[in-house]
């Protein structure tokens, strides 16, 4: 199975800072087809994940554009330009290159 | 609206079976997939399966096969997990989301069912 690995797994962060989270694979998760499958969601608190990027890089639907992500093939960073109040909760990675899809071990993101 | 909603938390003896179904609205059933994710109490997310609804085509996480077995009624439009010979270790929150495999994105998902396996 692949691993996946985050750090930090708990990020303080102060609203309106930027903050970002790593997010590393055992393996390559580039495709030959020219995707990376890697996604990304965010659990808040007391709610059910959600999603915020597919294919490596690309934001879901409704998720504001201070969201991004770089990397390829077994080390990506999710970068949030400035924090906001909604943007607390535990962010994971997953890998969906093959089966089974793996998930990294979440990063907590909560305010100073 | 896209929504999908699960039944009520279940209580279940250890050796027990629980399916968990997952009622969809808001979209064509049959033009995505179902997939099945747990959380452990104070844990992190366990992808556990994938159903195409479309051609009924499964894949499962080998940890659970041989005790998962995931369906759907296209008439209804609902997707069940059932899971067999409970453990105290199967006691989590199991959510099922919507998805299209060429993206691998699970884009809306469920409010979760409590699971608890004790004796």
Redesign the interface.
Known sequence: DIVMTQSPLSLPVTPGEPASISCRSSQSLLHSNGNNYLAWYLQKPGQSPQLLVYLGSNRASGVPDRFSVSGSGTGFTLKISRVEAEDVGVYYCMQTLETPFTFGPGTKVDFK | QVQLVQSGAEVKKPGASVKVSCKASGYTFSSYGI?W?RQAPGQ????MA?INVHNGNT?Y???NQGRLTMTTDTSTSTAYMELRSLRSDDTAVY?C?RGRWE?????F????TLVTVSS
Not at chain 2, 44 to 47: I, S, T, V
Not at chain 2, 103 to 107: G, P
Not at chain 2, 109 to 112: A, D, E, H, I, V
Request: glycine share 14%.
């Open positions: 997939t994710v992190g997310l366990e992808w994938w894949n996480a080998q940890k959510y989301a993206l691998r994105d699970f884009d998902w469920g409010q979760g």
